[in-house]
């Protein structure tokens, strides 16, 4: 019984070292966020047809996106994980806090009627659901924006 419970912990001890320290593919989560389609774990803003409207922002794309990112690079255990401001797309992965859980948020600023809408798709990469915690991140960048 002694040596179960041994290799049950390490199995656990293994797991969650994997989940914190695995490597993240930045072509794999640095795609085109406008193709995301929402569904449970992923969170989804854009003009239309996600699960939040982005507004329309007076600034260049450039600019917009370099305020978004100093307010991401802001939230603690967030780090960019490809892309930048004057590329057009930023990718980030932020993870929990106890165990390291990652999740990547990629934005993209794309011109609108009137200046700048972002395109944001915020997702978990292991698991099923995230508890809500990719809206309440995306949700609380926006508002540092001046989304609402």
């Known amino acids: 019984m002694r040596l179960i419970l041994s290799l049950l912990l390490l199995a656990v001890i293994i797991g969650l070292a994997y989940v914190r320290l695995a490597p993240s593919n930045r072509e794999a ?46 939230e603690p255990r967030t780090d960019r994980l490809a892309g930048s401001p004057e590329e057009g797309r930023v990718t980030y992965v932020s993870r929990s806090r106890v165990i390291g859980f990652p999740d ?24 099923q659901s995230d508890l809500g915690v990719n809206a309440a991140r995306v949700t609380r960048w926006l508002d540092a924006l001046g989304q609402r």
Request: proline share 9%; hydrophobic share 40%; net charge negative.
């Open 29 to 74: 989560w640095h795609r085109d966020p406008s193709t995301a389609v929402p569904q449970i774990g992923h969170f989804v803003v854009r003009p239309e047809g996600g699960d939040i409207a982005s507004n329309v922002y007076p600034d260049s794309p450039v600019d917009l996106l370099t305020r978004f990112d100093a307010i991401a690079m802001a």
């Open 104 to 127: 990547y948020t990629t934005v993209q600023a794309t011109p609108a009627e009137g200046g700048t809408a972002l395109v944001i798709h915020a997702r978990l990469r292991f698991g």
